[in-house]
Each structure stands twice: as structure tokens, then as C-alpha cells.
């Protein structure tokens, strides 16, 4: 019986050993390839933001994203947020398609295509342009 514990608790050791050099490992390997500042692949962060209220009942937002895109897609909006987007959204001027707005927003492309409007149920109009 006390030869059994003992091979038991040897197990659980070198079980234990094996998990902890997987972890080390782990972490090695990922600080080999994000270094400090490097983004995963697929993965937008905001830069800046700035806020303009100076003129009644409006407000200027200017942000820069920092994005880190898989081949074939390009930094874009998703759901009111940086994201990595197709490609060919960008290219046909097709905002809306990569869903730029919230869930209870409608999303309508600007006449020439230079943005797109969010329109909230109670009536306000958030507009986009300048994008790319």
C-alpha cells in the first residue's frame, strides 16, 4: 500500500513538472512573437481619441486605431469599434457591410459614399466620414 501512495504522489510530480514546463513554454514562445506594442493578428486598439463640443448640438470625435489585419482584410468599424474588415468593403465604398453601427442602429451609406450614418431609434444621426 505504501509503495502505491509513493508511485502515486511520483506520478502526480511529474505530472505536475510536465505542466509547469508547458507554461514556461507558452510564455516563452509568445514573448518571442509579441514583443511590447505588437498586436495580435485580427486585433485593432485605439490610439487617440479627441472630442470637439464646441458648436451646440454637436460633436466632432476624431480616434486613431492601431490594427494588426490578416491578409485580405483592412482596419475598418465593427459594431462602433476598430476592427479588421474584408478588404473589398473598402475597395466598393460598401460601408455598411462590415456592420460599422450597434445592434439598434440602421446603417445608411452617405450619397457619394465618402461615409455612413448610424441612426438610433430615438432619432439621432451619428455620421462617419473621412474614412480611409
Known sequence: ??????????RVAWALAGAAV???LIVL????FLRDGQLAAGTCEIVTLDKDSSQPRRTIARQ????ACKKGQ???TTNARPACVDARIVKTKQWCDMVPCL???ECDLLVNKSGWTCTQPSGRVKTTTGVI
Open 103 to 105: 445592434e439598434d442602429e
Open 74 to 76: 483592412i482596419a475598418g
Open 29 to 32: 514562445i509568445h514573448s518571442r
Open 64 to 67: 486613431t486605431a492601431r490594427c
Open 22 to 24: 508547458c507554461c514556461f
Open 1 to 10: 500500500m505504501l509503495k502505491a501512495v509513493r508511485m502515486l504522489m511520483l
